[in-house]
Structures are given as C-alpha cells and as structure tokens.
C-alpha cells in the first residue's frame, strides 16, 4: 500500500511540474519571447530553470531522495525515533518576475515519509510594490481551495503561512503570505487529493496573476525596490528557509536548491 | 585593571576605525572622487558606509555591546557558565570594490570579556579573477606582520582562515583566504599588540592591494564574474558567518551588521 502511495506521489509530482512549466511557457510566448526550461537532471530529480522576458529567472524542481537524515538534523523531523531512513518527494517552485508590478512567486509540495508519513507544502507571493487588488485575488484563490476540503483550513494555514514568511531580524513579513502546512497527516488519500489542489491552484495563480500585469510599464525606481526586495528575499532564503536546510541537509543538489535565488539582487 | 583594559581597548577601536576610512577616503580622492562616508550613530556605536567611484559599497563600523547573551547561544561561548553577561567591543570591515580586479577586503578584530576575556579578528580577501601576484603580496604582508609576535602564528591563523571561509555546500574556499584567530587569550599586553599590528596592516593593504589595481580597466564579463562571486559572498555570510550570528544573537543594529553584504549580487 505504502509503495503504491509512493508512486501515485511521485508520479503526480511529474506532472505537476510539466504543468507549472507548460503555464509558464504559455506566459513566455504570449509575451512574444522565445525563452525555454533548461532542464537538469540528476540522479535524485531534475529541476529546470528559466530565463525568460517575463519571468527573469524561474526554478521548477521535482525531486525523489531516499536516505538517511544526518542525526541532529532528525532530531527535528517526526517519526525518527528508531532510525533515520526517509522517503522524499515532491515539487518545488520559485519565479523571479521581470517585471516589478509582478510579485515572486513561490510554491511547495511534498511528500515526506519516516516511520510516519504526512503531505506539506505552501503557496505565497511577494511583490515589491503595494497592491490591494492583486492581494485580494490572489488571497480569495487560496481560500476557495482551501475552502473545497475543510473551512478550517485557509484561516490555520494562512497564519502558519504569516508566522513562517517573516524575518525576524528585520521584523518584516516577506511577503502578502499565502498558505503553508507541515505534518499534514490527516487521512492519506483526503490529503493527497488537497495537495493535488493546492498544485493546480498554483497553475491557475501563474497565469492569472502574471498575465494580469506582465504587460504594465514601470520605472527604474520600481526596479531598484524590487531588486532591494530580493535582497530581502535572499535573507530569508539562507538564514530561515525549511527547504533549504532540508535540502543542504538531505543530501539534495546544491543547485537545485539554490535556484531559489533570484537572478540578481541589492543592499542598501 | 579590566576597566582600564577596555576603555584602552574601545579607544583604539574608534581611532582605528578613523583610520581606516581615511585610508579609503585617500583612494577616492585620488582617483578623482569626492565620495564620503555616511555616519550612523546608534546606542551601541557607530557604522560607516561609503558607496564611492572606488569602493562600491564600503562599511567601517565599531561597536561596543554589553548585555546578555540568549541562552542558546551563549553554551558556545567561553566563560558563560554562571552567567551570561558579556561586554564587547570591536571594528568590522567590508569593502566590495567597483573594479573586479580589486579583491573584496574584510577585516574584523574585536574584544570579548563574559567571565573570560580574549581578543579575536582577521583579515581576508576574495578576488573574482586569479591573481597570483596579488595572493603573494597580501599573504606576505600578513606574514610579516605575524612573524613580528610570533612566527607560530601566521601557519596557524592561516590554517584557521582557510577552514572558517569555506563554503561547505559548494565545496569551495571563499576567496584566498588570509589570517583569522579567536579566543586569544595568551597574554592581554602582547595579545592587545598583536590586534593592534593587525589593524594597522589591514590599513596598509587597503592602501596597496586597492591603488595597484583600481585605475586598471576591466570588461563587462569581468564585471559578471564579481557580481556571481559576490552571491557566493553572500551565502557565506548569511549561511556561516560567525559574526552575523554573533551580531543577531547579541542584539546588534541589523543596519551594521548586514552591511557586510555587497551592493549587489547575482545567481545563474
């Protein structure tokens, strides 16, 4: 049963990142740019990158890594108590816009087994300049997800979302949040089918959100705060992102965990 | 007699870090640049960033910190068993050079009393472009300067230097390393000197290794290679940096202690 859950998993993590990549590609040539995935595989997943005119630089990793968690590092993650053996999958997502009246990006799903095993992910978003409506859109699209499998969700996974995209040493938020859940160990196959949502939701949010706005000019003034705002951005990235000490800690591939930075990036 | 020790020690802090910019200030003026320092005063001291024609983004901060290390942090901390009290005092320097054939310069030498009290510091450089003439001179200069006090020192400091600035998750060496030492607490007088010696050549190789090379001219791909190794600078100090940690765990001023981060940066 654990095996073919492992597959169903893995497989769907496939497909969703040829999905993210075909919403992408779509944007691209709507745009009038010529610009493809470079796609790198390696012996645990492939993550391929984009360079492109409307997404300056954009990531999109599947991964499947199977070992042992280095020892303090298990000491953090559940179901660890008699040996250190995980199972991992999952798809990971970040797109550095162009242009600045387009917010980052950045999604997550995956699925993690120990002697337990639970679902976790995220979907959140940080523009650089201010814009209501944007956050009311984006915001009522994680809600009505959220909302098809249980009312409960969208406020708890919105405020895990606030608490977790905050950087402490600034006392900032990162972003205009979004939703984030860990441990999701509900029920196996009503979770699998909320993860599978939440990836879909992440399509339809590529492609509204971005091609809302990719057509609007901007200044150099709002190019310089978004370039200050990945400064931000990379702050968070190194010095409290899960997924990023997950992965330096995992075994993962060190350029496919980096490729969550952004292409460039100021400090004042 | 310790009283006496830190007030002797805070005041060669502040006439070093005037030293320090004059030097810098010396270069710009010469290089045609009417560039300044802009000075923050805070509570605990006082930091100074230039962003000149020379020196891209420079930052020159002293910093005298009393209080109580967070418990957590403070088990790493020599002498910290009964409490957690600590004063400190010390000048930190980042200096990112416009000009890819000038080496990033950091320099940092401090005071640390808790129920123990030792001196700690360094000077390394990380050039984007080989330079093979330019390593001998630096490391030659700071042998000379080592060998003054003890001719155990520069094998043993450069040791440490090489194995503290290494990025692990790149396995790759910062820069060509240099000198960098801690918890000296041999002899207060001898040990004082030594730091004094160290800042006073950290002011000769500003002075030397930036003029050799900041009137020559570089290219557009040369330029490229300084931002993408200046992304590596930043993963290191958000990553590894022992001061940044200090500095966030002590209840330094963000604005100072992040001012080591370059101008700007960039990730393939």
Redesign the interface.
Known sequence: MKNNNKKICKDWFIELQNLICKAVLELEKEYGSTAKFKKNKWSKGEYRIIEGDVIE?GGVAFSNVVGKFPKDFAKQIPGTEKNNNFWSSGVSVVLHPVNPKVPALHFNTRHIITSKSWFGGGIDATPCLEDKILKKNFHSKLKNTCDMHSKSYYPKYKKWCDEYFYLP??KEIRGIGGIFFDYKMDNWDNDFEFVKDVGLTFVEIIKDVVRRKMFEKFTKKQKEIQ?LKR?RY??YN??YDRGTKFG?NSGGN?DA??MS???????K
């Open positions: 630089k040493h600034r370039l400064g990379v702050e190194l010095l330096l060190i965990i980096l930075m952004p292409p460039n990036a100021k400090w």
